[in-house]
């Protein structure tokens, strides 16, 4: 439970190990990572606003340096957006706020002071700064403008958030027969580390082989080499050699079309049966 005179609010990056070092101090009012410039950066901002006792935002731990969420955030904190909503200043990917309206990132700004510990990733020196900063001025108990989300700054939160219409979570596979000519086979060669993907003609004499730890590997490959042409078919694939590559890299049972097994696999290959496979991956896919 966050404890109500908490008035720091703590972004971690891409250090994901930190927020539940933090969580527990009577100051923190939220600590979450940070992955991304733009929608990560809106639900940042909402969060905080929505606390109304927070004044203060930590950013520690790692920054991407794909994605630079750390930097651009602290930009927006320094420079605002521009009309269209860009970061000005900013370096991440696609570093663009579209829901948020500008009284929102107006009081971001005016309402909570950020402070860059970026690199820093030890939770007893992220505390110490935490314990460091000064209460706000009119704040003096910690208590915070209990009604800050509230009234007008309330609305503009509600309408600065994406426009996603709910859809059913239904659809059907096609039967093998149109999604694709013959069928797929997934088992693991475990002492080789690789998730296997079969893929039979309609004769069950011939077909291919793929071989990777990757199940996004292997799901292009087989799209690629037009093994299957059905985007739903595709959609199960990919679902199914993720539980593979789950199952090959915590140790679990696997059996295709079942869900995944606590239980600790048995050391041999899934497919006992089969002798030694030699099969390369088809020419041109970076497995």
């Not at 915070?144 to 700054?153: A, E, N, R």
């Not at 590997?217 to 959609?235: F, I, R």
């Amino acid at each position: 439970m966050t404890h109500r005179t908490a008035d720091v609010a703590v972004c971690t990056l891409r250090t994901h190990t930190l927020p539940a070092r933090l969580a527990g101090h009577p100051r923190v009012a939220v600590a979450a990572p940070l992955a991304t410039a733009n929608l990560g950066i809106e639900e940042l901002v909402r969060g905080a606003l929505a606390r109304p006792a927070v004044r203060h935002l930590v950013v520690c731990g790692q920054d991407s340096r794909l994605f630079h969420p750390g930097q651009s955030l602290l930009a927006l904190a320094a420079h605002g957006t521009a009309p269209d909503g860009t970061i000005i200043g900013a370096h991440g990917h696609r570093a663009h706020l579209p829901n948020l309206r500008p009284p929102v990132v107006a009081a971001f700004r005016r309402r909570i002071a950020v402070h860059d510990l970026r690199g820093q990733d030890d939770p007893a020196a992220v505390l110490a700064a935490v314990d460091a900063l000064p209460r706000h001025a009119d704040d003096p108990d910690g208590a915070g403008d209990v009604h800050g989300g509230d009234g007008v700054l309330g609305e503009e939160l509600a309408a600065s958030t994406p426009r996603l219409v709910p859809l059913a979570a239904v659809g059907r596979v096609r039967p093998i027969a149109s999604a694709g000519a013959g069928c797929f086979v997934i088992s693991l060669d475990r002492p080789a580390g690789r998730i296997v993907l079969r893929h039979y003609g309609e004769d069950l004499a011939s077909g291919h082989e793929l071989r990777s730890r990757s199940a996004t590997a292997l799901t292009l490959a087989a799209v690629a080499h037009g093994l299957t042409d059905d985007p739903a078919h595709a959609g199960y694939l990919g679902g199914e050699l993720a539980k593979a590559e789950t199952a090959l890299r915590l140790g679990l049972a696997y059996v295709q079309d079942r869900p995944l097994d606590s239980r600790s696999a048995d050391p041999a290959p899934s497919l006992p049966w089969a002798g030694p496979v030699t099969a390369e991956p088809p020419k041109g896919v970076a497995l």
